[in-house]
Structure formats: structure tokens, C-alpha cells
């Protein structure tokens, strides 16, 4: 993928855990927004942090988001069983001129 | 309620074609752009391609891996979005999505829908 993410992060309960986002100066570096995006097994993916590090309404604040660079992060505070699931960065590309996604991080509450 | 539902897919054959639909409700469709996503079986999210609104000309944009074989297109007067999918492959086997595109600059997918499966085989 365009984006890196690592495969799979894990954290206890009440834990914090971050998620990276790694790109290239046509993409994150080239000041493009990041997005995160969450898929609970089985579902549809659902919208969890737009432009950087802006929530949706309805999203609890554990979740945050993060840009520096070239990278980009998603943070979860006080991990709880029901953020298990897989986690997707994404933006633009000016070189491809496509969206572009991280290959995914899945994300266990041990 | 903002809804987006998939619908049209099924089984094909390598080289055959399919349709999907997505029918928006909820919301000003027209003023919106649109994308398709997918996701191949145990694998991750693709961008499909885009197609922009009236005030941009109903312009569409790809994926390099489906240009010249995929098309979407829209019907506002229906809140409707297409995927015309021809020359399929086995890889083009995948879930489905057609999500709404929101905010500045390139956007983000804020309403998704449920998805359609798309299974290409002989």
C-alpha cells in the first residue's frame, strides 16, 4: 500500500495505543488531509477521524487523531473490548491522482 | 435517515460484466460527489474510483487498476449511483461499497454503504 500501517496493534482494557500512518511527499507529506476509518467484523467501514484530527459527532473522544510530516496517527485511550476491529488510514496521492488507504491495522483487546 | 443500499451483485464469469446500483435517500444527493470502494476477500479497503456532481460536471475518476473497464455514472433524478464493471477478472472479486464524499480538498467517505458482493469465477 501507498500508506504503511502496521498489521496488527494490541492493548489490555483502559490501555492507550496509537496507530501509524506512514507516507511520501505526494501524499501525507504533500500536506493532504488523513482520515481514519474503523470496520467492526462483518461491517461496513465507519468514518472515526476526518481532516487530521477532527471526530465525527457521536465518537467518543478516546479516539484522536494526529499529522506530522510525512506520518500520520490514531490514538486510543482507554481501550475498551468493542474498539476490536480493523482500523484504515487514507488520502490523496497526487502522483497516482487517486484516494489512497493504509493497508489496515487490526486492532485486539487482549 | 442517511442511507446508501448496494445492490446488483452476484456471480460471473472471467470477461463477463456486471451492474451495480447504489440508491442514496436521505440527503441532497446531487450536490454530492460519490466513490465506489472495495475490499477482496481477508484483504483491505481500494479505492474504485469517483464521480464528481452537476456543478462539476459529472467528471468521473479511476483507479489505475480498473481504468477503461469500469464506469460510473449517476442519475440525480433517481439518487442513484452506477457501477458498470466489463472485462471482469478473478481479482475484481471484492466487496462493493458506495460511500458519500464529504469535506475539502480530495474529501473524506462519511456515509457508506452495506456493500454488494461481486464473485468472479468459472
Known amino acids: 500500500s501507498v500508506l504503511t500501517q502496521p498489521p496488527s496493534v494490541s492493548g489490555a482494557p483502559g490501555q492507550r495505543v496509537t496507530i501509524s500512518c506512514t507516507g511520501s511527499s505526494s501524499n501525507i507529506g504533500a500536506d493532504y488531509d488523513v482520515h481514519w476509518y474503523q470496520q467492526l467484523p462483518g461491517t461496513a467501514p465507519k468514518l472515526l477521524v476526518y481532516?487530521?484530527?477532527n471526530r465525527p459527532s457521536g465518537v467518543p473522544d478516546r479516539f484522536s487523531g494526529s499529522k506530522s510530516g510525512t506520518s500520520a496517527s490514531l490514538a486510543i485511550t482507554g481501550l475498551q473490548p468493542e474498539d476490536e476491529a480493523d482500523y484504515y488510514c487514507?488520502?490523496?496521492?497526487?502522483?497516482?491522482?487517486?484516494?489512497?488507504f493504509g493497508g489496515g491495522t487490526k486492532l485486539t483487546v487482549l | 435517515e442517511v442511507q446508501l443500499v448496494e445492490s446488483g451483485g452476484g456471480l460471473v464469469q472471467p470477461g463477463g460484466s456486471l451492474r451495480l446500483s447504489c440508491a442514496a435517500s436521505?440527503?441532497?444527493?446531487?450536490?454530492?460527489?460519490m466513490d465506489w470502494v472495495r475490499q477482496a476477500p481477508g484483504k483491505g479497503l481500494e479505492w474504485v474510483g469517483r464521480?464528481?456532481?452537476?456543478?462539476?460536471?459529472?467528471?468521473?475518476q479511476y483507479a489505475a487498476s480498473v481504468k477503461g473497464r469500469f464506469t460510473i455514472s449517476r442519475d440525480d433524478s433517481k439518487n442513484s449511483l452506477y457501477l458498470q464493471m466489463n472485462s471482469l477478472k478473478s481479482e475484481d472479486t471484492a466487496i462493493y461499497y458506495c460511500a458519500r464524499v464529504e469535506g475539502r480538498g480530495a474529501g473524506y467517505m462519511d456515509v457508506w454503504g452495506k456493500g454488494a458482493t461481486v464473485t468472479v469465477s468459472s
Open positions: 487514507q488520502s490523496y496521492d497526487s502522483s497516482l491522482s487517486a484516494l489512497v
Open positions: 481532516d487530521n484530527n
Open positions: 436521505g440527503f441532497s444527493f446531487s450536490d454530492h460527489y
Open positions: 464521480s464528481r456532481s452537476k456543478v462539476n460536471s459529472y467528471t468521473t
